[in-house]
Every structure is written in C-alpha cells, then in structure tokens.
C-alpha cells in the first residue's frame, strides 16, 4: 500500500514531468479552443448572423450515408436569392423521416421566407448550412431552436480545462518545481 502511495505523491524526475506536462497541455488547448468557439456561438444575437429573404425555389429531404448501414436525414431547401443551400438536420431513423414529411408538406415553393443562420467556412464549404437560428415564412416564425446547449457544452469545456489545470499544479508540486518551494 505503501509503494501505491508514494506513485501517486512521490517526487517525479523533470524529464517524466515534461512528458507528462505536454500530455496534459494537449487537452487543455483543445478544451479551451472548444469552450471559447461554443461560447462565441451562442451568444450571437439574430441581428449577428446571416440573414436571407427571399421565395423558396427548392425543397427536398436528402439522406446521407454514415458509418455503415446507418442513414442520417436533413431537410433541404433554397431561396430564390441564394447561392447556398439551407437545412434542417433531422436525424436518423424513423422520426427524421417523419419530421422530413412535415417539413416538406410545411413549405410550399414560392413561400415568402426570412431565415436567420450562422454561415461558417465549414458550412461554405459545403455548400449547405445546418446552423439555422430561425425561419419565419408568410411573418410567422415556424421554426426556432436555442444556444442552450452550445452554452452547456462551453461551460462543461471550461469545467475539464480547470480539472486538467489542477492536474498540471498537482504534477508540479509532484515534480518539486518553483510554483511550491519555500
């Protein structure tokens, strides 16, 4: 029992404690890049991201083939005044079929739509984007979805950098380096 606690509290020699030190320093720039693009994310406004108007031209549910037999559905549709695609990521399954149909039979072509997205270098790409914010057709807003989740997922992000900080003063201390000598 002994020996298992001297592993774990014991010194460790500066060359371990650089390996360990870059192993830990990898997580906490990934994390922190995270955290800060969901962060920026949601806290964009509707005034902040793209905005497109115009008379729908193109409507259709495409499905995309992933890992093996397995199928996701997107709804995908274009105005009249746009080079690129918009759509709703749907899912897979049973259910992303259905909501395809409704969203299908929902738009009709030549409906007079507002859509509110956020246009990235990834969505250009593509040539789709599946960051919609919110649609409204005729005036009415028909579809609307949250920063919710982005906000937890930057929060929780911003949770592990902490937890691997905490780890890299735990192996400095370990490591009998300047932060914790008297």
């Given amino acids: 029992m002994s020996?298992?606690?001297?592993?774990l509290t014991g010194p460790i020699t500066k060359s371990d404690f650089k390996y360990r030190r870059n192993t830990v320093t990898a997580p906490i720039v990934i994390f922190s890049a995270l955290a800060y693009f969901m962060l920026s994310n949601s806290s964009k406004t509707l005034d902040e991201l793209t905005q497109s108007?115009?008379?729908?031209?193109y409507k259709e549910v495409i499905k995309q083939q992933y890992k093996g037999n397995n199928y996701r559905y997107t709804f995908v549709f274009k105005l009249d005044n746009t080079e690129q695609y918009l759509g709703i990521?749907?899912?897979s399954g049973e259910t992303a079929i259905e909501d395809g149909e409704y969203w299908n039979k929902k738009f009709?072509?030549?409906?007079?739509m507002i859509v509110h997205y956020d246009n990235n270098f990834i969505t250009e790409h593509?040539?789709?984007t599946r960051i919609i914010r919110q649609i409204e057709q005729n005036g009415?807003?028909?579809y609307q979805t949250g920063t919710k989740g982005k906000k937890v997922i930057g929060l929780v992000s911003i949770g592990v950098v902490?937890?691997?900080l905490l780890m890299l003063l735990w192996l400095t201390k370990r490591a009998n380096l300047w932060v914790f000598k008297k």
């Fill in 53 to 57: 108007e115009g008379r729908l031209t």
């Fill in 3 to 7: 020996n298992l606690k001297h592993k």
């Fill in 108 to 112: 009709t072509l030549g409906d007079k």
């Fill in 140 to 142: 009415e807003i028909v």
């Fill in 89 to 91: 990521f749907l899912g």
């Fill in 126 to 128: 593509e040539n789709i």
């Fill in 162 to 164: 902490l937890m691997f």
